[in-house]
């Protein structure tokens, strides 16, 4: 042990540094630090941004004038899709992770995030997906279907290329990183904090990143869901949304709008984060309503996900549907208002400085007060039947994203640049560029409402010049190169700043939140030492003056400020009290995420080529690698209570029940339960509303396999909670026994499972034999993965990583197979029981 | 083709909601602004207001009074635009396809007459459209007499609309549908009811395949 009890700041960085830092030229590509992965996040996600604004751009200069030959509908239709998917799923999402990624840490008082490996393996996924887009659109493939793709318009009969196939396959690539990140930030909130920051002591920026996350974990599944399938039906035949055998387009639309409408509130929750943080800041004051603001982030929450039908006003849906959404819609505007009137009273009762962040921020208030504002009429039904899939609309939609995400998030880059390089501005351009940005938008998007109320629908490429829409058109496009200028010189103004601005002092803004204890830019350990909190203030606390704080850590006076065998560690505690807990161990950087992503890859550029195949040996690979990181990682002798400095002790995590990793198969599961809850979903809903029902055969199926199924899954979790029982723990033999039950157990249901399956007669025939025949597909591959980590168990078992204290991965495993057992039934309850009940 | 230029009940009512909406909107957002500039012109302004102000009355008061009259009043409006289902309204069964749209008529005798792209009805009275497509969604729209409905493959939506003159109306396909979208267009013939006989009069019989809509409402 090289324990030191150094006070020599330098010392201590020189030895954490050695252990935290990534290898330079080709070694960086194996970084998973979360202020480099998220920095890298965020570059590349304002690169996609300079995509998605040229195509814009190609758009404005398409409508600016009547009957225009520059772009025909082929192009058109491609440039407007790629504008709404690259925007969405390649700008907004990435940009906040990556911010959450470098912020969440530091201002947590952590050294990294929970899962640095997966930040990366994310990054790279996110990379290579977006690629493939962009790849599609330079070839002229890319989708041309509208970023929402419905059906049957997306289906193989009436979008027959591979454009369809690339947006589908792309996005679920990219939507890997956003499933990854979500379970990273939620369990980097909940378990690495400063000991002593309880939830009610988290800075605000954490308890928004904290819901959005919980929205995207429950939010994505069913994007993918609706994906996957849709890319069975292109690819296989199976029809979930072909009217003519059962199936039902507006399954794809419930589906698309059960993830697309938390998505909004998935992409403004992060900007109104960065607005309660950054605003008491410049308005030299805490923030009013702390509690209520946290209250009202989670009603957002849960309002968003009950909205998703007012994006289908126009679909026919019954009279009492559309008012109890109606009303539901309108509801936001609640805890929308009370955040507002929170910012607006903060700013009310302290010294607001007119600093060029602040600027930035009352763009957002002037545009998204406006957003909102047409958000209320468009939940009013009637008027939604005029305006919807009209320019209002897509005025509407530029105010809201815009105004509660741009405008915020330039606020951010602003605030937070001195951080991230150590520099502040010379000269700024950023003021001319809020102006340039700010008036063309509103020049582009004020009047755009009116060219919608005068009847232009959205996505047509050229109109005549009879209806009157000219001028309006020539108007909007003009505001749109002000606009597109003044992000350029934004651009222009950051790269300045970053390459050739002064050194920063600390702390520029006199906040008095621990990012801006680190140094800047910050070391890659962030703290040399973590701190002890005891207020939503930390900065403040130590002697009132911030820089106290900041040294004390770099001395080394606060929790692990000293280097432990080689090992990158950081603290975790419990979850409300954020009471110390455990010494969580961190990897170093690893070129394994990136080779396991190009895996990745090789499985959806395979899927998209149709070399199912390699596709699955690609997937099964796949997995192999994920396994693969855990080799070596663990410890093969019991640690007990470790000293983390300050006279205070705390066992490591892999040998405490809360877990981060224990955590995260948690969090997965309830991802995984949300995508198969809309799996079933789907198949109730074609049942109940699709036409082309019932079906022309009703299955009986195999009682005998179905029991088989049965007893293997109930052999399966019974062995698995044996497994980690104490005494089993206690004995090698006897818990590798019970994992082999677990592991036989799964064998068995994957038997009956695929027996069933076989025994299902041409799925494409009918919605119901396919949805049957995926049903199955998708509790079988969760037994066959129950069977691999029963394995899995026995492995690390052997090789000594188990004992009664260390039974992390047996718990962690324990869970899957717990879990798979409860969706097997379930799914024989289904294929079973919907015919009785149904059918009758 | 302006939703504000109305020419039948439905779009009239819909148009009237909207200066309601502006109207307030433009209160609201000038108020909310006026509270923001103060906050900036005469610093410390609210220092002796109560913190629940803002959250209490701001948050919850000021969007509860604004928001029920506004839900009220569109509820109200709103269910006056549904179809009635009066058995004496004129039906006609609008099929689209990509890019057509096409409309059959079916008389007191049991035939069925069809026209394709344009829509006649009787000026002054009302008509109940039923609406499907036999290949992707589109959306049938005549801004200046209504809002607008899906028309979803396996489905029938219905819409219910009149115009108040004689007159041709623009109508377009809203929902994006493909390559050739745009020129989805139709035109809506109202006529006087004489002349709206002799129209029916003088269209083709319907050809089976493009009878009444079906699948599941």
Not at chain 1, 271 to 287: D, F, H
Not at chain 1, 560 to 576: A, C, N, Q, Y
Not at chain 2, 34 to 53: E, K, Q, Y
């Given at each position: 042990?090289?324990d030191?009890t150094a006070t020599?700041p330098?010392?201590l960085?020189?030895?954490l540094?050695?252990?935290?830092?990534?290898?330079?030229?080709?070694?960086?590509?194996?970084?998973?630090?979360?202020?480099?992965?998220?920095?890298?996040?965020?570059?590349?996600?304002?690169?996609?941004?300079?995509?998605?604004?040229?195509?814009?751009?190609?758009?404005?200069?398409?409508?600016?004038?009547?009957?225009?030959?520059?772009?025909?509908?082929?192009?058109?239709?491609?440039?407007?899709?790629?504008?709404?998917?690259?925007?969405?799923?390649?700008?907004?999402?990435?940009?906040?992770?990556?911010?959450?990624?470098?912020?969440l840490p530091k201002m947590l008082g952590a050294r990294d995030?929970?899962?640095?490996?997966?930040?990366?393996?994310?990054?790279?996924?996110?990379?290579?997906?977006?690629?493939?887009?962009?790849?599609?659109?330079?070839?002229?493939?890319?989708?041309?279907?509208?970023?929402?793709?419905?059906?049957?318009?997306?289906?193989?009969?009436?979008?027959?290329?591979?454009?369809?196939?690339?947006?589908?396959?792309?996005?679920?690539?990219?939507?890997?990183?956003?499933?990854?990140?979500?379970?990273?930030?939620?369990?980097t909130i909940f378990k690495l904090r400063a000991p002593g920051m309880s939830l009610d002591k988290m800075p605000?920026?954490a308890?928004?990143?904290?819901?959005?996350?919980?929205?995207?974990?429950?939010?994505?599944?069913?994007?993918?869901?609706?994906?996957?399938?849709?890319?069975?039906?292109?690819?296989?035949?199976?029809?979930?949304?072909?009217?003519?055998?059962?199936?039902?387009?507006?399954?794809?639309?419930?589906?698309?709008?059960?993830?697309?409408?938390?998505?909004?509130?998935?992409?403004?929750?992060?900007?109104?984060?960065?607005?309660?943080?950054?605003?008491?800041?410049?308005?030299?004051?805490?923030?009013?309503?702390?509690?209520?603001?946290?209250?009202?982030?989670?009603?957002?929450?849960?309002?968003?996900?009950?909205?998703?039908?007012?994006?289908?006003?126009?679909?026919?849906?019954?009279?009492?549907?559309?008012?109890?959404?109606?009303?539901?819609?309108?509801?936001?505007?609640?805890?929308?208002?009370?955040?507002?009137?929170?910012?607006?009273?903060?700013?009310?009762?302290?010294?607001?400085?007119?600093?060029?962040?602040?600027?930035?921020?009352?763009?957002?208030?002037?545009?998204?007060?406006?957003?909102?504002?047409?958000?209320?009429?468009?939940?009013?039904?009637?008027?939604?039947?005029?305006?919807?899939?009209?320019?209002?609309?897509?005025?509407?939609?530029?105010?809201?994203?815009?105004?509660?995400?741009?405008?915020?998030?330039?606020?951010?880059?602003?605030?937070?640049?001195?951080?991230?390089?150590?520099?502040?501005?010379?000269?700024?351009?950023?003021?001319?560029?809020?102006?340039?940005?700010?008036?063309?938008?509103?020049?582009?998007?004020?009047?755009?409402?009116?060219?919608?109320?005068?009847?232009?629908?959205?996505?047509?490429?050229?109109?005549?010049?009879?209806?009157?829409?000219?001028?309006?058109?020539?108007?909007?496009?003009?505001?749109?190169?002000?606009?597109?200028?003044?992000?350029?010189?934004?651009?222009?103004?950051?790269?300045?700043?970053?390459?050739?601005?002064?050194?920063?002092?600390?702390n520029?803004?006199?906040a008095k939140t621990l990012e801006w204890a680190t140094?800047?830019?910050?070391?890659?350990y962030n703290f040399a030492s973590l701190p002890s909190v005891t207020s939503r203030t930390p900065l403040t606390e130590s002697g009132g003056k911030s820089d106290n704080l900041a040294i004390d850590l770099a001395r080394g006076q606060g929790y692990l400020g000293f280097?432990r065998?080689?090992?990158?560690e950081t603290l975790g505690v419990e979850i409300t009290s954020g009471r110390l807990e455990q010494v969580v161990?961190?990897?170093?950087?690893?070129?394994?995420?990136?080779?396991?992503?190009?895996?990745?890859?090789?499985?959806?550029?395979?899927?998209?080529?149709?070399?199912?195949?390699?596709?699955?040996?690609?997937?099964?690979?796949?997995?192999?690698?994920?396994?693969?990181?855990?080799?070596?990682?663990?410890?093969?002798?019991?640690?007990?209570l470790m000293s983390v400095g300050l006279g205070e002790e705390a066992p490591?995590h892999?040998?405490?029940?809360?877990?981060?990793?224990?955590?995260?198969?948690?969090?997965?599961?309830?991802?995984?339960?949300?995508?198969?809850?809309?799996?079933?979903?789907?198949?109730?809903?074609?049942?109940?509303?699709?036409?082309?029902?019932?079906?022309?055969?009703?299955?009986?199926?195999?009682?005998?396999?179905?029991?088989?199924?049965?007893?293997?899954?109930?052999?399966?979790?019974?062995?698995?909670?044996?497994?980690?029982?104490?005494?089993?723990?206690?004995?090698?033999?006897?818990?590798?026994?019970?994992?082999?039950?677990?592991?036989?157990?799964?064998?068995?249901?994957?038997?009956?499972?695929?027996?069933?399956?076989?025994?299902?007669?041409?799925?494409?025939?009918?919605?119901?034999?396919?949805?049957?025949?995926?049903?199955?597909?998708?509790?079988?591959?969760?037994?066959?993965?129950?069977?691999?980590?029963?394995?899995?168990?026995?492995?690390?078992?052997?090789?000594?990583?188990?004992?009664?204290?260390?039974?992390?991965?047996?718990?962690?495993?324990?869970?899957?197979?717990?879990?798979?057992?409860?969706?097997?039934?379930?799914?024989?309850?289904?294929?079973?029981?919907?015919?009785?009940?149904?059918?009758? | 083709?302006?939703?504000?230029?109305?020419?039948?009940?439905?779009?009239?009512?819909?148009?009237?909601?909207?200066?309601?909406?502006?109207?307030?909107?433009?209160?609201?957002?000038?108020?909310?602004?006026?509270?923001?500039?103060?906050?900036?012109?005469?610093?410390?302004?609210?220092?002796?207001?109560?913190?629940?102000?803002?959250?209490?009355?701001?948050?919850?008061?000021?969007?509860?009074?604004?928001?029920?009259?506004?839900?009220?009043?569109?509820?109200?409006?709103?269910?006056?635009?549904?179809?009635?289902?009066?058995?004496?309204?004129?039906?006609?069964?609008?099929?689209?396809?990509?890019?057509?749209?096409?409309?059959?008529?079916?008389?007191?005798?049991?035939?069925?007459?069809?026209?394709?792209?344009?829509?006649?009805?009787?000026?002054?009275?009302?008509?109940?459209?039923?609406?499907?497509?036999?290949?992707?969604?589109?959306?049938?729209?005549?801004?200046?007499?209504?809002?607008?409905?899906?028309?979803?493959?396996?489905?029938?939506?219905?819409?219910?609309?009149?115009?108040?003159?004689?007159?041709?109306?623009?109508?377009?396909?809203?929902?994006?549908?493909?390559?050739?979208?745009?020129?989805?267009?139709?035109?809506?013939?109202?006529?006087?009811?004489?002349?709206?006989?002799?129209?029916?009069?003088?269209?083709?019989?319907?050809?089976?395949?493009?009878?009444?809509?079906?699948?599941?409402?």
């Amino acid at each position: 042990m090289t324990d030191t009890t150094a006070t020599d700041p330098i010392r201590l960085h020189k030895q954490l540094d050695r252990i935290w830092s990534t290898a330079p030229g080709f070694g960086r590509l194996s970084a998973v630090n979360h202020t480099i992965v998220g920095r890298r996040f965020i570059v590349t996600a304002f690169v996609f941004f300079g995509i998605g604004g040229i195509l814009a751009m190609l758009i404005r200069a398409q409508l600016a004038t009547p009957r225009s030959a520059f772009l025909g509908p082929e192009i058109y239709n491609q440039v407007f899709t790629m504008h709404g998917t690259a925007m969405m799923f390649l700008f907004a999402i990435p940009l906040f992770e990556g911010l959450a990624m470098y912020l969440l840490p530091k201002m947590l008082g952590a050294r990294d995030m929970a899962f640095p490996r997966l930040s990366a393996y994310g990054y790279w996924c996110y990379v290579f997906g977006g690629s493939m887009l962009i790849i599609g659109l330079v070839l002229g493939l890319a989708p041309d279907g509208g970023w929402f793709m419905y059906t049957p318009l997306s289906s193989r009969t009436y979008t027959p290329g591979i454009n369809a196939d690339i947006w589908l396959i792309g996005i679920t690539f990219v939507e890997i990183s956003a499933l990854s990140a979500a379970i990273e930030i939620i369990v980097t909130i909940f378990k690495l904090r400063a000991p002593g920051m309880s939830l009610d002591k988290m800075p605000l920026f954490a308890w928004y990143m904290l819901v959005t996350a919980f929205m995207m974990l429950f939010g994505f599944p069913p994007l993918i869901v609706g994906s996957v399938l849709l890319e069975i039906e292109r690819a296989f035949d199976l029809p979930f949304f072909d009217p003519a055998r059962g199936g039902d387009p507006l399954l794809w639309q419930h589906l698309f709008w059960l993830f697309g409408h938390p998505e909004v509130y998935i992409i403004f929750l992060p900007a109104a984060g960065v607005m309660s943080t950054v605003l008491p800041v410049l308005a030299r004051r805490e923030i009013i309503g702390y509690i209520w603001i946290v209250v009202s982030i989670v009603a957002m929450a849960f309002l968003s996900f009950g909205l998703w039908v007012h994006h289908m006003f126009t679909v026919g849906i019954p009279h009492l549907a559309l008012a109890f959404f109606s009303a539901a819609s309108t509801a936001v505007a609640f805890p929308t208002a009370v955040q507002f009137f929170a910012w607006i009273g903060t700013l009310a009762s302290g010294r607001p400085q007119l600093k060029l962040p602040m600027l930035f921020l009352l763009g957002f208030f002037f545009v998204f007060a406006m957003g909102g504002l047409t958000g209320v009429m468009l939940a009013i039904v009637p008027f939604n039947w005029q305006v919807h899939d009209t320019h209002f609309v897509v005025a509407h939609l530029h105010y809201v994203l815009v105004g509660g995400f741009i405008f915020p998030m330039l606020a951010a880059a602003y605030y937070w640049l001195p951080h991230f390089s150590g520099r502040s501005p010379r000269h700024s351009l950023g003021i001319t560029a809020f102006w340039l940005i700010f008036v063309g938008f509103n020049l582009t998007f004020l009047i755009m409402h009116l060219t919608g109320l005068l009847g232009m629908p959205r996505r047509i490429y050229t109109y005549d010049d009879a209806a009157g829409w000219e001028w309006l058109n020539l108007v909007s496009s003009i505001g749109s190169f002000v606009m597109a200028i003044g992000f350029a010189l934004f651009t222009v103004d950051i790269v300045l700043q970053v390459t050739m601005g002064r050194r920063a002092k600390r702390n520029p803004w006199g906040a008095k939140t621990l990012e801006w204890a680190t140094a800047m830019p910050p070391p890659t350990y962030n703290f040399a030492s973590l701190p002890s909190v005891t207020s939503r203030t930390p900065l403040t606390e130590s002697g009132g003056k911030s820089d106290n704080l900041a040294i004390d850590l770099a001395r080394g006076q606060g929790y692990l400020g000293f280097v432990r065998d080689g090992r990158l560690e950081t603290l975790g505690v419990e979850i409300t009290s954020g009471r110390l807990e455990q010494v969580v161990r961190l990897p170093n950087s690893t070129f394994i995420p990136l080779f396991t992503a190009m895996i990745t890859g090789v499985f959806f550029v395979s899927v998209l080529l149709k070399f199912y195949l390699v596709a699955a040996i690609g997937f099964v690979v796949t997995i192999a690698m994920l396994l693969m990181w855990t080799r070596g990682w663990g410890d093969r002798a019991d640690r007990g209570l470790m000293s983390v400095g300050l006279g205070e002790e705390a066992p490591p995590h892999t040998e405490v029940t809360g877990a981060p990793s224990n955590w995260a198969m948690t969090l997965g599961l309830f991802a995984n339960g949300t995508a198969y809850a809309s799996l079933a979903f789907g198949m109730l809903f074609l049942w109940v509303v699709a036409p082309n029902w019932p079906p022309p055969v009703l299955l009986d199926p195999s009682v005998l396999a179905s029991a088989l199924a049965v007893v293997g899954l109930a052999a399966a979790a019974f062995a698995a909670a044996r497994s980690v029982a104490p005494a089993a723990l206690a004995r090698a033999p006897q818990r590798e026994l019970w994992l082999a039950v677990a592991g036989a157990g799964h064998g068995a249901a994957l038997a009956g499972f695929v027996v069933l399956m076989t025994a299902v007669p041409d799925p494409t025939r009918h919605a119901y034999l396919a949805a049957t025949f995926v049903l199955l597909a998708y509790v079988a591959l969760h037994a066959a993965l129950g069977v691999v980590f029963a394995a899995y168990g026995i492995v690390r078992s052997r090789a000594g990583y188990v004992s009664a204290l260390r039974s992390l991965d047996l718990r962690i495993g324990a869970q899957w197979h717990r879990y798979t057992a409860a969706i097997g039934l379930i799914a024989l309850l289904l294929i079973h029981g919907l015919p009785r009940v149904m059918g009758s | 083709m302006s939703t504000l230029d109305t020419a039948g009940p439905a779009a009239a009512s819909i148009a009237s909601l909207w200066w309601v909406m502006l109207i307030g909107a433009t209160l609201i957002f000038t108020f909310v602004m006026s509270l923001l500039a103060l906050t900036f012109f005469r610093p410390g302004i609210g220092r002796g207001t109560p913190v629940a102000w803002w959250l209490v009355g701001g948050g919850l008061a000021f969007p509860a009074v604004v928001l029920t009259p506004l839900l009220i009043y569109a509820l109200w409006s709103g269910e006056r635009l549904f179809p009635t289902g009066d058995p004496a309204v004129a039906q006609v069964d609008v099929v689209a396809r990509q890019w057509e749209w096409t409309f059959t008529y079916r008389n007191a005798t049991g035939g069925a007459v069809r026209s394709s792209n344009t829509l006649h009805i009787q000026a002054g009275q009302p008509v109940q459209l039923n609406i499907t497509s036999t290949d992707v969604i589109h959306a049938f729209w005549v801004p200046r007499l209504a809002g607008k409905i899906d028309a979803i493959p396996g489905h029938v939506t219905v819409l219910q609309l009149k115009a108040d003159t004689p007159g041709v109306y623009r109508g377009l396909c809203a929902e994006f549908c493909g390559v050739a979208h745009l020129e989805m267009q139709f035109a809506v013939e109202a006529h006087e009811a004489g002349a709206f006989d002799a129209v029916i009069g003088g269209l083709p019989p319907a050809t089976p395949d493009v009878n009444a809509p079906r699948g599941r409402p």
